[in-house]
Nanobody, 117 residues
Framework: QVQLVESGGGLVQAGGSLRLSCAASVSIFGFTAMGWYRQAPGKQRELVARITSGGNRSIYADSVKGRFTISRDYAKRTVILQMNSLKPEDTAVYYC??????????WGQGTQVTVSS
């Protein structure tokens, strides 16, 4: 059973930074893609950032480009989302996801990020 556990969420003022971490219960070598999604109240879940194997390619939502960075640490079986220059509109529950293709097969429980103005 694959488990993904997020940590690092919290309350931060606009302009601040947070670092989200997702720890996997298994080796992450087998996943084609790992990513971070978010869901704000009353909105659909959206892709924030994703990193894929085979070229180590990463993509970002337009709204976070230049502010967020996704990375992987194979030895620690973790995926990190570094979030800088946070804005109130970044407020959401952030979910880690992992998949054997681009569609997630596993989800974490989510971590709340709240950015105050």
């Amino acid at each position: 059973q694959v488990q993904l556990v997020e940590s690092g969420g919290g309350l931060v003022q606009a302009g601040g930074s947070l670092r989200l971490s997702c720890a996997a219960s298994v080796s992450i070598f087998g996943f084609t893609a790992m990513g971070w999604y978010r869901q704000a109240p009353g909105k659909q879940r959206e892709l924030v950032a994703r990193i894929t194997s085979g070229g180590n390619r990463s993509i970002y939502a337009d709204s976070v480009k230049g502010r967020f960075t996704i990375s992987r640490d194979y030895a620690k079986r973790t995926v990190i989302l570094q979030m800088n220059s946070l804005k109130p509109e970044d407020t959401a529950v952030y979910y880690c996801a992992a998949g054997y293709n681009l569609t997630p097969d596993y989800w974490g429980q989510g971590t709340q990020v709240t950015v105050s103005s």
